[in-house]
């Protein structure tokens, strides 16, 4: 049964970056899937941040893009997330997922499971 | 950007039928995926695909996907299903989420 669990710091100050990494368990990162970074503000929804192939692809949501790296260790078996230049509005949970995506021409099937546990991001002086 | 929309809050009485819709742009063009949370939770994919359960989620949870809509059906509700439960679907080389729906069970 593959599992997730994020790591990282709790607590990071404005204008710095965010950094997560993912450790997964009972499955190996290069064969196969997407790995992704989903984030959640207190009370609110879900948001995308961004998914990684174990090749090394990735893609980004359009609204964090510009500040979002993410990476992959496949010796490790491991993917990170930076964030930088946060502010307030990045505070968050932050989960890890697996991705299964499935593309034929422009149409994908994707889904995320399992996910990790969360870990709270609060961004603060 | 593409937009998934979901209505904010469902109630339902144990033992009957749940509804929660997901409304996009042409969205039964598109695969959609249904996520449950329960409070301090991580999400837990319950549809797949459109109309597909994984290994584990009870057969009273279904999913349908036409024209504009996607629908998560619960039949004969129970009390461990009151959760927050969010759409999912792929554009545009984006992922995207609907907004989460609160699902009562009174």
């Known amino acids: 049964q593959v599992q997730l669990q994020e790591s990282g710091p709790g607590l990071v100050k404005p204008s710095e970056t965010l950094s997560l990494t993912c450790t997964v368990s009972d499955y190996s990162i290069s064969s196969g899937y997407y790995w992704g970074w989903i984030r959640q503000p207190p009370g609110k929804g879900l948001e995308w941040i961004g998914s990684?192939?174990?090749?090394?692809?990735?893609y980004y949501n359009p609204s964090l893009k510009s500040r979002v790296t993410i990476s992959v260790d496949t010796s490790k078996n491991q993917f990170s997330l930076n964030l930088s230049s946060v502010t307030a509005a990045d505070t968050a949970v932050y989960y890890c997922?697996?991705?299964?995506?499935?593309?034929?021409?422009?149409?994908?099937?994707?889904?995320?499971?399992?996910w990790g546990q969360g870990t709270l991001v609060t961004v603060s002086s | 950007s593409y937009d998934l929309t979901q209505p904010p809050s469902v109630s339902v009485s144990p033992g009957q039928t749940a509804s929660i819709t997901c409304s996009g742009d042409k969205l039964g063009d598109k695969y959609a995926s249904w996520y449950q949370q329960k409070p301090g939770q991580s999400p837990v994919l319950v549809i797949y695909?459109?109309?597909k359960r994984p290994s584990g989620i009870p057969e009273r949870f279904s999913g349908s996907n036409s024209g504009n809509t996607a629908t998560l059906t619960i039949s004969g509700t129970q009390a461990m299903d009151e959760a927050d439960y969010y759409c999912?679907?792929?554009?545009?080389?984006?992922?995207?989420f609907g907004g989460g729906t609160k699902l009562t069970v009174l």
């Open positions: 999912q679907a792929w554009d545009s080389s984006t992922v995207v």
């Open positions: 997922a697996r991705e299964f995506r499935d593309c034929s021409g422009t149409r994908c099937r994707n889904w995320f499971g399992p």
């Open positions: 990684i192939y174990h090749s090394g692809s990735t």
């Open positions: 695909q459109d109309d």
